[in-house]
Nanobody, 119 residues
Framework: QVQLVESGGGKVQPGGSLRLSCAAS????????MGWYRQAPGKQRELVAA??????TNYADSVKGRFTISRDNAKRVYLQMNSLKPEDTAVYYC??????????????WGQGTQVTVSS
């Protein structure tokens, strides 16, 4: 069974930094893309950043220049968040939309980690 486990959330003051981590476990043949989404209270879940196995990245306009997504192997992804703003406050979710396993291909989500930016 595939699981995505996030860590690194917390509370930080405006202008501060946090680093989120996500690790995939289970019998996995390939994860082409891994990404981070976020959902603030009363809002829809939105894509924050994504990275392919080849290193191509995609960012939401609201985080460009402040957040950096990286991947150090096929099953672990990070989100470095700098210059955090109160509007970045949300639950952040790790996502792997196309995970290849012995039983086929599936879309997997982590349990979410809270990020709060407040003074």
């Amino acid at each position: 069974q595939v699981q995505l486990v996030e860590s690194g959330g917390g509370k930080v003051q405006p202008g501060g930094s946090l680093r989120l981590s996500c690790a995939a476990s289970g019998i996995i043949f390939e994860i082409y893309t891994m990404g981070w989404y976020r959902q603030a209270p009363g809002k829809q879940r939105e894509l924050v950043a994504a990275i392919t196995i080849g290193g191509s990245t995609n960012y939401a306009d609201s985080v460009k220049g402040r957040f950096t997504i990286s991947r150090d192997n096929a099953k672990r992804v990070y989100l470095q968040m700098n210059s955090l703003k109160p509007e970045d406050t949300a639950v952040y979710y790790c996502n792997a939309p196309s995970v290849v396993t012995p039983t086929g291909r599936g879309d997997y989500w982590g349990q979410g980690t809270q990020v709060t930016v407040s003074s």
